[in-house]
């Protein structure tokens, strides 16, 4: 069976690897946009505490699952699918255009959501959202460091990853505003009394926290980027915006399949066409749910990797998990909100 994968994140590579484990004789193609590998996404908000993290957090070289007879083809782009002609148009590799497929797996992952008002200013602040993202982000630091002077950071989004990235930066002796549009920290995944606890904790990190935020403009001026609110402007060395993620559907919606917040799939994570499936952050499952965490997205790979086996089971359902913030020196008393 000709069993072709979209993304290369954990649910793409989990998939591949699983299921090349039961069934050595399929053929299993993986593309790509990225090159440097398979990376762990949870580890970009580590990605300044930590020494060498552009090589640490690479799991896996593409060439190490090329040795386990996966075929990998990264670098290229995915521009078009046909369902009825089990069919994909791609673009990047030479004198070829497209592809065929006995079963196709979407696992296109999620790009950083930027809020429509932000988008006029989209060339005057940076995303967190890939590895590529990351490097930029450190290269754009180390003169910083070089002149032994703190950048002076506005992250804007207190969500999980907001608040992660806020607290790395912070232990790692930059200076960091953060703004959130709510009243409360992480508003969607604590309850009160943890929110109110993390916002201590990132105070004691020396943050300046500021709810109620109702960011109007991000401009550059004089070298810095202005953050005004209120008609209040502050300048900072650089602005991160962190305000969520956004499934990417896309490929799926010009396909015709259904769709919603992501690609809406039965619980054998199938979608409307019934040689299409979907994994991890793009899939949205009956419950009107999307699974965007390791150890579920995990779960989904492995099972579907059994389920093409044909091996008896019942529909997917979410295993256990308790997803957790990596902001430095906070732990939740009570159970995170999904």
């Keep these: 069976m000709r069993v072709i994968i979209i993304g290369s994140g954990i649910a793409g590579v989990t998939f591949a690897e699983h299921y090349r484990k039961l069934s050595p004789d399929a053929k299993i193609t993986l593309l790509t946009g990225e090159n440097r590998g398979y990376y762990s996404r949870p580890l970009l908000s580590r990605g300044f505490s930590e020494e060498d993290i552009e090589k640490t957090i690479i799991l896996r070289t593409f060439n190490a699952l090329q040795e386990k007879n996966i075929c990998i083809i990264p670098g290229v782009t995915v521009t078009a699918i046909h369902p009825e002609e089990h069919s994909i148009d791609v673009k990047g590799i030479d004198e070829i255009e497209q592809l065929d497929y006995d079963k196709l797996i979407i696992a296109t992952g999620s790009a950083a959501f930027i809020p429509p008002p932000f988008q006029p200013y989209r060339e ?9 993202d990351l490097i ?35 232990v790692s002796g930059d200076k960091v505003c953060l703004f959130h549009a709510m009243d409360k920290l992480m508003e969607r995944q604590l309850v009160e009394q943890d ?12 943050i300046e926290v500021r709810l109620n935020q109702a960011i109007q403009r991000i401009d550059k001026e004089s070298g810095k980027i202005a953050i005004s609110v209120d008609n209040n402007r502050r300048p ?35 979608t409307s066409h ?9 899939a949205e499952l009956p419950n009107g749910k999307l699974y965007a965490y390791i150890i579920p997205i ?35 008393a009570h159970p995170y909100r999904f």
């Design 124 to 132: 005057n602040f940076f995303l967190l959202n890939s590895l590529e």
């Design 298 to 332: 995990r779960h989904q790979a492995r099972w579907l990797a059994e389920y093409f086996c044909g091996q008896p089971q019942q529909d997917w359902r979410p295993a256990e998990f308790s997803p957790e913030a990596k902001v430095h020196g906070f732990q939740a």
């Design 274 to 282: 019934e040689d299409i499936y979907a994994l991890g952050d793009v």
């Design 195 to 206: 929110s109110t606890a993390l916002l201590t904790v990132l105070e004691k990190l020396s």
């Design 236 to 270: 900072f060395d650089a602005a991160i915006v962190s305000c969520g993620f956004k499934p990417r559907i896309e490929l799926a919606e010009q396909a015709g399949l259904q769709t919603g917040r992501g690609i809406r799939v039965n619980q054998s994570l199938q």
């Design 136 to 170: 930029t982000l450190r290269r754009f630091r180390q003169p910083f460091l070089d002149s032994r002077r703190k950048p002076n950071w506005a992250i804007i989004g207190g969500g999980l990853i907001g608040c992660e990235l806020a607290s790395d930066l912070a």
